[in-house]
Nanobody
Framework: VQLQACGGGLVQTGGSLRLSCAASGLSFSSYVMEWFRQAPGKEREFVAAISRSGGRTYYADSVKGRFTISRDNTENTVYLQMNSLKPEDTAVYYC????????????????WGKGTQVTVSS
């Protein structure tokens, strides 16, 4: 299984970025897809999740109203649109796949991708 995230970068406060994560080696539509992030010196934290069909989405309170998760099951790709970015959003962002259910717990995730760095300057 490979989850390849891209789209990170350096952006000013208030700016936008769109992360993508292309999946291979798994039955993509059978997995809940999620995004987590980890800032230096902090634990990995849940950001957003999307159900297998894409019909339900879930967000951490800290990003609700600013971030949007979506998926394209024909392209085996999950996205994270990030708007109104703040310096506290600076972190390495990871996409993840879970075969059971939406979970905010990193330890319960089945597969992780390599992260992509997002840096928001003030």
């Amino acid at each position: 299984v490979q989850l390849q995230a891209c789209g990170g970068g350096l952006v000013q406060t208030g700016g936008s970025l769109r992360l993508s994560c292309a999946a291979s080696g798994l039955s993509f539509s059978s997995y809940v897809m999620e995004w987590f992030r980890q800032a230096p010196g902090k634990e990995r934290e849940f950001v957003a999740a999307i159900s297998r069909s894409g019909g339900r989405t879930y967000y951490a309170d800290s990003v609700k109203g600013r971030f949007t998760i979506s998926r394209d099951n024909t392209e085996n790709t999950v996205y994270l649109q990030m708007n109104s970015l703040k310096p506290e959003d600076t972190a390495v962002y990871y996409c993840a796949a879970d075969g059971v259910a939406v979970t905010p717990t990193p330890g319960a995730i089945d597969y992780w991708g390599k992260g992509t760095q997002v840096t928001v300057s003030s």
